[in-house]
């Protein structure tokens, strides 16, 4: 790094943005080491030390930038926080599509209502935007919604997917009107020609092959399915579904090595490759990961023109820079620091083992098998962070298929351009070959190992471990084995520990309850939602695999609800659930339904009523209502537990109501801690009576924001004070979890304490 100032900056910038994002504190800590150090140094500011000072001068900046863009778009998200309808008008920049809806991306926006321009764009999402095309100046009503972050651990981060991509609100519009037509020759013609190569792709690839090279040529993933996307990163290379440096150095590169060989002079072929590069990236979107390998692609055309060596980890640092200067979020943005730790992994090789002379094809293979390997290592710490879980054969993946990836990829491009079966036939083929390839992972016996979320801390000290055994690589093999050993170590202890903790997940209008019970277990209490879709998806397995486990013992679904078991049924075909467990009551359509989806998924089905029971090392849970076939409504039926874990006493309650509260009171059900209060705090259930039973010390609620219903009701939560419990809403505060440390509870971790 003394030699690469622009590296340097980049770890600087991005460190400093991801402190200011977690703690702002610590910025101010690290300008007081700067100025001790400059102090220290003063005099001998070269070699390492200025390597350091420039770090120190990146993470200043990077943390300021971050501060001060975080500020703008926060200040204008409370301002429009509680706006109804709105009148937007600006530039529509691309037009694109979803699996349900159309997408208009709107930059220039302005509100003439309120005589106020946004600082970012605005994604406009519709079933149909007609004739509007990029380029159109139009005027849309409608809602604005800022993006929230994420209510659940584990969940994606919105915000800071759509921050990072200069996009501060999305907009549902009621009406649409186009006003003009802005100058902008180039986009509209990139736009039709763009629609011109998805309608050859159609002519030419049946629907299983066509998806895949609308992903990778156009950007449009509308096409591919879940099961197609789950193979693929299964296999650890879905990073060729998206446009990233691969096809962008096979586009603009390509067409600079012909012109060179053709012995065009290098300004006239770089400035092709660039001018050709440049249209691919806005024709697909633009994307962070196109943009950085554009970035590089300049930076090394500018080396040819000069006369100078190009040197990867520079130009990668240089590349880097801008981007987190254009918008820092992008320092917590998954695409984006996986997209550099690719081109890092790929510069640290080369310095490492120089490509010298590579005399046989053999040679090649055994190098380029190395590199998958020093990849996969690099980037696991990123995975792992991002997606909690790691796939250990993926650098075979890659090392076999990527070949067959670049040759189709190839073929394929040139199809879109020219529909002759000369080159789809082929493209075809290679990619058949890769699908059928890829497929072998879902039978091999180790697909992915499920870690947890590790500790950013630990993620930066198995960096720094690695930087230790690259100085260490010249020297004895003791140390870098040891060195090697250590930063293992480091990502093993960096993982989730898993606890046992009580987690009440916001999933809207619905009850999702998990249980972490032994630090071996996770057991499920309903999970489903009627306000938000694919809550299995995006919310319940993430969170299950974020605590560092493979899949669910149990899921228990406390009465046949749709907003209590649509995220459960989700992801049955998963194999994440192991076994279902239902209420013994009479069968609705909805009870048979799930019944044999369960197995069909080949999950074991077991049915419980008042007297069931779990039990483990330290914790009960025994269910209190109903008897089996009962006669009652499906919410008084709904079943009732009680837990007990390492002192703490917990109701869960379901959808109970006042008829199966009364049959509660009247068993003599005794005092508990933690009370979920029944029905979404529904006006007809949490009655006086049992709450006098229950004597609880807190309530939970779980319901959806500014739900139609109008939960909690007003008259539920008089009666939950008047009892004198603490009253938590999800709908307020996200999820809602307790844990134990030190033989003591906590609330979120720690706003409230209750002795065991």
């Keep these: 790094m003394n030699n ?53 001068a990146g993470f200043l900046a990077g943390a300021l930038m971050f501060v001060y863009q975080n500020k703008r778009f926060t200040r204008q998200e409370n301002v429009l926080k509680s706006s109804e309808q709105v009148r937007a008008a600006g530039t529509a920049e691309w037009k694109g599509r979803t699996k349900k809806k159309e997408f208009l991306l709107l930059s220039h926006v302005y509100l003439p209502d309120r005589h106020l321009y946004l600082d970012g764009d605005v994604m406009v999402y519709d079933d149909d935007f007609g004739h509007i095309l990029p380029g159109n100046k139009v005027v849309l009503t409608g809602e604005l919604l800022p993006h929230e972050g994420p209510s659940n651990l584990g969940e994606n981060d919105m915000r800071i997917y ?87 150095s096979l586009a603009g590169a390509g067409i600079y090595r012909r012109l060179r060989g053709a012995g065009v002079p290098v300004c006239l072929s770089g400035a092709a490759g660039l001018t050709f590069a440049l249209s691919y990236c806005v024709m697909t979107g633009m994307t962070g990961s196109s943009k950085r390998a554009l970035f590089m692609f300049f930076f090394f055309v500018l080396s040819q023109v000069c006369g100078r060596s190009y040197d990867l980890l520079s130009s990668g640092g240089a590349a880097g820079l801008l981007l987190l200067l254009e918008s820092p979020f992008r320092c917590l943005d998954a695409g984006f620091l996986m997209s550099m730790g690719a081109v890092m992994a790929a510069g640290i090789y080369r310095e490492v083992l120089p490509a010298g002379k590579q005399k046989t094809f053999r040679d090649r293979q055994i190098r380029r ?45 040139l199809s879109a351009f020219l529909p002759v079966f000369l080159f789809s036939v082929p493209a075809s083929a290679l990619f058949s070959l890769v699908v059928a390839g890829t497929s072998l992972s879902r039978r091999l016996p180790v697909q992915n190992l499920v870690l947890g979320k590790p500790s950013f801390l630990w993620i930066i000290v198995f960096y720094m471990g690695l930087c230790l055994l690259y100085k260490t690589l010249k020297k004895s093999s003791y140390h870098k084995y040891a060195c090697l050993l250590a930063c293992g170590c480091f990502l093993i202890l960096g993982v989730q520990k898993k606890q046992d903790k009580i987690s009440f997940l916001d999933v809207g209008q619905g009850d999702c309850i998990a249980l972490s019970l032994n630090r071996q277990d996770m057991i499920l209490v309903d999970g489903g939602s009627s306000s938000k879709q694919d809550v299995g998806q995006y919310i319940i397995a993430p969170y299950v695999k974020s605590q560092g486990y ?23 075909p998963s194999g994440m659930i192991r076994c279902l467990y239902l209420p013994r009551v009479k069968k609705d359509h909805a009870y048979m339904e799930i019944e044999k989806e369960a197995r069909q998924y080949h999950v074991s089905v077991s049915y419980l009523s008042m007297g069931s029971k779990f039990s483990g090392t330290d914790w009960s849970m025994e269910c209190l209502h109903p008897g089996p076939d009962t006669g009652l409504e499906k919410n008084a039926a709904s079943l009732v537990f009680r837990l007990k874990v390492r002192g703490l006493s917990v109701l869960l309650t379901g959808d109970l109501e006042n008829e199966g509260e009364e049959m509660l009171v009247q068993s003599g059900i005794q005092h508990a801690d933690i009370l979920k209060v029944g029905h979404h705090g529904s006006k007809n259930g949490t009655g006086e009576e049992l709450l006098r039973q229950l004597r609880p010390k807190i309530a939970i609620v779980s319901a959806g924001k500014k739900n139609r219903y109008g939960h909690p009701h007003r008259e539920t939560v008089r009666r939950l004070n008047d009892s004198g419990c603490s009253i938590y809403e999800t709908s ?23 002795k065991q």
């Excluded at 980049?10 to 300008?31: K, N, P, Q, S, Y």
């Excluded at 792992?384 to 394929?412: H, K, R």
């Excluded at 979120?748 to 209750?754: E, Q, R, Y």
């Design 4 to 56: 690469r100032p622009f590296l340097a900056v980049f770890a600087g910038c991005w460190l400093g943005e991801i402190t200011a994002c977690h703690d702002v504190r610590m910025v101010f800590a690290a300008l007081l080491f700067s100025g001790i150090f400059v102090l220290f140094f003063k005099k001998q500011i070269s070699g390492w030390r200025r390597a350091v000072l420039f770090f120190f």
């Design 162 to 248: 759509y921050l990072s991509r200069n996009i501060g609100f999305t907009m549902f519009p009621d009406k649409k009107e186009i006003l003009g037509q802005e100058k902008k020759f180039w986009k509209s013609r990139l736009f039709s020609l763009r629609n011109r190569m998805s309608k050859n792709l159609s002519l030419q690839y049946d629907e299983k092959i066509r998806p895949m090279f609308e992903a990778m040529i156009l950007g449009d993933k509308t096409g591919i399915s879940k099961d197609l996307k789950d193979t693929f990163t299964q296999s650890g290379i879905v990073h060729i579904l998206a446009i990233s440096g691969l096809h962008i």
């Design 369 to 413: 098998f190395v590199f998958c390997i020093v990849v996969q290592i690099i980037m696991t710490p990123v995975l792992l962070y991002f997606q909690y879980e790691c796939y250990p054969l993926s650098f075979i993946f890659n090392f076999l298929m990527l070949p067959l990836v670049t040759a189709g990829f190839t073929a394929g491009f």
């Design 550 to 572: 493979q899949a669910v013992s149990a899921a228990v679904i406390t009465h046949l609800d749709s907003d209590h078991y649509s995220g459960i049924r989700e992801l049955l």
């Design 732 to 754: 307020r505060s996200g999820m809602l979890w307790f844990s134990m440390e030190r033989k003591r509870w906590y609330l979120n971790p720690k706003l409230d304490i209750m």
